[in-house]
């Protein structure tokens, strides 16, 4: 059974993986890279292929879009470190799924099952922007918390209607994770008091769980599983994380749960 430790080293590898810029494309350690991302490819092929259409669930965005246990018909593709903010510029995360639900270009007549209208696909943004980006923001813009929200509330309402005019598919926002100050080192940065980021946090979910409610044409809802995982601050408790900043196994295992329900509801 994975280890939350175990999963934390996941995230950290991805992270690694995508911020290396220096890396150098040739030599050996490329030729293992793509070897597991070929790999990596035809397994979600496969396993997306195995179900019909209306069971197959995308999971995209953020390291936190790898807590979820794995699934037949479910796959869990992961952007690297990018905020909610750079996801909701026009045509980002359109050209951010493009590339995540498909082979390179040069293999681009291989099969991929895309998204259908029956399908369900989770996204995960946000934990950046509040753990680091609202409190700098907010200072560096001579703004107020509230303004950098209420940008942020119009990047999430983007990436939803970006993924709604490429896939049609049914959507569930996740709902971002409650912050913590516990277990971090230098590899995740804070910015902004605990108890300020709990109630940041808890108004993005609200708020844009209204709004997406009031749109039902978009077919997509925010999915909020945080209320079993919170100490009585409203912050992460350690025992359901996987020591940093992420869900653990317990509250991955359930959100998934969740999301099916959720997912047969919406129409």
Not at 55 to 60: C, D, H, K, M, Q
Request: with cysteine.
């Amino acid at each position: 059974m994975t280890s939350n430790k175990d999963l934390s080293d996941r995230f950290r590898d991805i992270d690694e993986f995508q911020l290396d810029n220096s890396r150098k494309l040739y030599g050996y350690q490329w030729f293992l890279d793509a070897v597991n991302f070929y790999v990596t490819q035809s397994k979600n092929v496969i396993n997306l292929l195995v179900v019909p259409c209306r069971s197959r669930l995308y999971v995209f965005g953020d390291s936190h879009s790898q807590i979820l246990p794995s699934k037949r018909g479910l796959i869990k593709i992961s952007v690297g470190p990018i905020t909610l903010h750079r996801a909701g510029k026009e045509g980002e995360t359109e050209s951010l799924a493009r590339s995540a639900f498909s082979w390179p270009r040069k293999l681009h007549k291989l099969p991929y099952p895309k998204p259908c209208q029956d399908s369900t696909l989770i996204v995960s943004f946000g934990e950046i922007d509040f753990r680091v980006h609202v409190a700098k923001e907010s200072v560096r813009q001579h703004s107020t918390p509230e303004a950098i929200i209420g940008g942020l509330l119009e990047s999430a309402l983007s990436v939803v209607m970006q993924l709604k005019n490429l896939y049609g598919c049914k959507i569930i926002f996740m709902g971002v994770i409650p912050p913590t100050d516990q277990h971090m080192d230098a590899r995740f940065p804070i910015s902004g008091r605990i108890e300020q980021r709990i109630a940041w946090v808890a108004t993005f979910n609200q708020e844009l769980d209204y709004r997406l409610k009031s749109l039902p044409e978009l077919r997509a809802r925010v999915l909020d599983v945080s209320s079993d995982f919170k100490n009585e601050d409203g912050s992460l408790n350690s025992k359901f994380s996987d020591g940093t900043v992420h869900y653990g196994l317990i509250a991955g295992g359930r959100f998934l749960k969740s999301a099916l329900d959720l997912a047969g509801l919406i129409v």
